[in-house]
């Protein structure tokens, strides 16, 4: 098992931004496939982005494409999330997340089918 910690949340106002940051532990980061997902009270945790273990695909969520960028540094085992022009509605406790199988390229949007998780960071944006 992996393990993941994620660091960078914070509360901001409407339009400001903040960037994310997921460190993972262990040799084996680089051959799988990441994603951030967020999870507001009360509701589930949804989807927001995703790298591949090649990084040769990014998926978005609708909500957040266009404003947020997600990249990954194999040297340093870290994973980011660029957040820019953030909403009230992106308030969240934000999540990295570790795909259960390596060498994927495929787009991943099921929190089901990942198998580690960090700890969360709070993102809180006030309008």
């Known amino acids: 098992q992996v393990q993941l910690v994620e660091s960078g949340g914070g509360s901001v106002q409407a339009g400001g931004s903040l960037r994310l940051s997921c460190a993972a532990s262990g040799r084996t980061f680089s051959a799988y496939a990441m994603g951030w997902f967020r999870q507001a009270p009360g509701k589930e945790r949804e989807f927001v982005a995703s790298?591949?273990?090649?990084?040769?695909?990014?998926y978005y969520a609708d909500s957040v494409k266009g404003r947020f960028t997600i990249s990954r540094d194999k040297a340093k085992n870290t994973m980011y999330l660029q957040m820019n022009s953030l909403k009230p509605e992106d308030t969240a406790v934000y999540y990295c997340?570790?795909?259960?199988?390596?060498?994927?390229?495929?787009?991943?949007?099921?929190?089901?089918?990942?198998?580690?998780w960090g700890q969360g960071t709070q993102v809180t944006v006030s309008s």
């Open positions: 790298i591949t273990w090649s990084t040769s695909n990014i």
């Open positions: 997340g570790r795909f259960k199988n390596d060498y994927s390229d495929d787009r991943r949007v099921n929190p089901k089918e990942y198998d580690s």
